[in-house]
């Protein structure tokens, strides 16, 4: 069978239910999965720092029975002149499995492309699969479903930002992109997932305003103003994004049962306030936990 790849979301389109409800039955073993990947390593290549992402990838693959390999992309070949596609092919003879957190996306896909095993994103700068797929858990777990429910993203129309968008439209949620005009979300991917979303009955929005987004949200969704890699001065970033900061104030335009959501790193004070994250409609430090379960599940599918 020919290797798959979660570069992008839509490469596992048709998996997306699947994943989700995967990733919740390996929630409920608490990592007792028999070691169904026994004998694999997976491989973490990282061009950026990560907290979230090395460690949770590491514990799933170790919960699984296989065997992680961190890889500082500084000390590799591939940093002093080594092509990707040489880099790539040699991994592939070694390792079941690469995941990589690239800085370009264009590096990242000519790795899938040459890599003879799957290659699984751990974030670039376009997207942050792997991050979607677990907020798209947490949101299962705590509304139930998907179908009806608004979700709105505030601030910056970055990486993260983009996923979520695919990974809505494919599941059936309502999702507003609430950014500046001069940092909305691709525009390419903007258009593929309305147009995944008109197939599948729900709707993607772009909105500038966010005291008119927030109206009845049942998901409120911020990010860093600033992602890695990102020269924006702190300054110039709170005068574009001041008034997308998710705030107690906003909190108050949506529903009652409204949940708050970040893809953590946060910055208090920055995109949202410390009182919103302690307070009683965050669900952050689960979204951070379900990682963990959600990297199991793509493991689990594309490494078994
Ligand atoms: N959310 C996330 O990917 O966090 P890390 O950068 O810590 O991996
Ligand atoms: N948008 C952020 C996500 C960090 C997990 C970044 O790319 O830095």
């Known amino acids: 069978m020919a290797k798959r790849d979660l570069i992008s979301v839509v490469d596992m389109q048709d998996k997306w239910p699947e994943l ?9 073993e608490r990592g007792n999965h ?3 990947l026994a004998g694999k390593t997976l491989a973490m290549i990282f061009e950026k720092p990560s907290t979230r ?3 949770s990838f590491d514990v799933a693959i170790t919960e699984l029975g296989g065997h992680a390999l961190y890889i500082d992309e500084s000390k590799m070949q591939m940093d002093h002149g080594e092509t990707v596609e040489d880099t790539a092919k040699v991994m592939s003879r070694f390792i ?10 264009k590096t990242m896909d000519k790795f899938g492309e040459f890599a003879s095993v799957p290659v699984i994103s751990g974030l670039d700068n376009l997207e942050h699969p792997c991050q979607a797929l677990a ?3 947490t949101i ?3 509304k139930g479903g998907f179908r009806g429910k608004k979700l709105v993203y505030l601030g910056d129309g970055n990486n993260v930002c983009n996923s979520l968008l695919y990974a809505s439209a494919i599941l059936g949620l309502d999702m507003v992109a609430c950014c500046p005009a001069v940092r909305m979300p691709n525009a390419e991917i903007m258009l593929k997932a309305s147009r ?20 009845d949200a049942d998901i409120l969704y911020t990010d860093t103003w600033i992602s890695m890699g990102d020269e924006t001065p702190v300054e110039e970033a709170v005068r574009i994004f001041k008034m997308y900061q998710i705030n107690s104030e906003l909190l108050d335009l949506a529903k009652p049962d409204c949940i708050v959501m970040h893809c953590l790193p946060a910055h208090r004070g920055q995109e949202i306030t410390s009182e919103v994250i302690d307070g009683q409609h965050s669900v952050i430090f689960d979204q951070a936990e379900n990682r963990l379960h959600a990297q199991k599940a793509v493991l689990y599918m594309l490494l078994k």
């Open 20 to 28: 989700v409800d995967l990733a919740i039955q390996m929630k409920q």
């Open 34 to 36: 028999g070691d169904p």
């Open 53 to 55: 992402t090395r460690i």
């Open 96 to 105: 079941h499995g690469i995941m990589y957190r690239a800085k370009d996306y």
């Open 135 to 137: 907020d798209m858990v």
């Open 140 to 142: 299962k777990e705590k």
């Open 196 to 215: 995944i979303a008109d197939e599948n009955g729900s709707k993607i929005i772009a909105s500038h305003d966010p005291k008119e987004a927030c109206v």
